[in-house]
């Protein structure tokens, strides 16, 4: 062991398609202050329809959280994570209504689908905790690590962009994402190297789905 942890390792190591991830040209445009209005207001519709994806995922990986931790505070966490969707799917609700976005008639994109259908895939009871927990810890990490981006001194993210920002960029948020990424390597350390290399394998399509998801909301497909 080099005395870094599974996941930071792993973000070292493929540290280009991260910074594809978690700096991407939308995310670079929020905090610069020139994002495309009619962009946001579409990445705010499909970003609805992907938590409402999500909340079944999460689910999941409380379930197997039950059934294969050998640590009880992860099911607390993953519970906290799941009890907070409920609040924004709400917030969702309201933000689209400030925008003038019409939920129910927003119809998922090609890449939206396409992610949503991993998470579905990631649910199956034949897939690990280890795997589920490592997808878990990227899907979040990505939208700290972007919206965090929007927040630092010196971004100039739109005034009405902020409450977005801070909605994923805050420290409880970020705290949250820590307490994941610590399951995910506890887990790591004591799993078969074929688990963690199929981990990494689930790290990396998260990082390549977030990648398609940002492109969508720019407008590129
Ligand atoms: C596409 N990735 C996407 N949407 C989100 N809301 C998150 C991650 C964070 O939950």
Redesign the pocket.
Known sequence: ANGKSTTATWTNLHRPIYERATRHPFILAIREGTVDIPAFKRWLG??YI??RD?VPFLASVLLKACKQSDDPSDMEVILGGLAS?SD?LSWFKSEASKWDVHLYTTAPQKA?LE?CRFLQSLASPEVSYIVAVTAFWA??T???ESFALCLESGSETPAELIDTCRR?GNAGFGQYCQSIQGIADRCLEKAPSDEVKKAEEAFLS?LS??IN??NMSCGES
């Open positions: 499909q970003d992907f938590v999500f969707l924004e939206n992610y899907i979040e990505v939208y700290q994923w998260v789905y977030e998801f940002w």
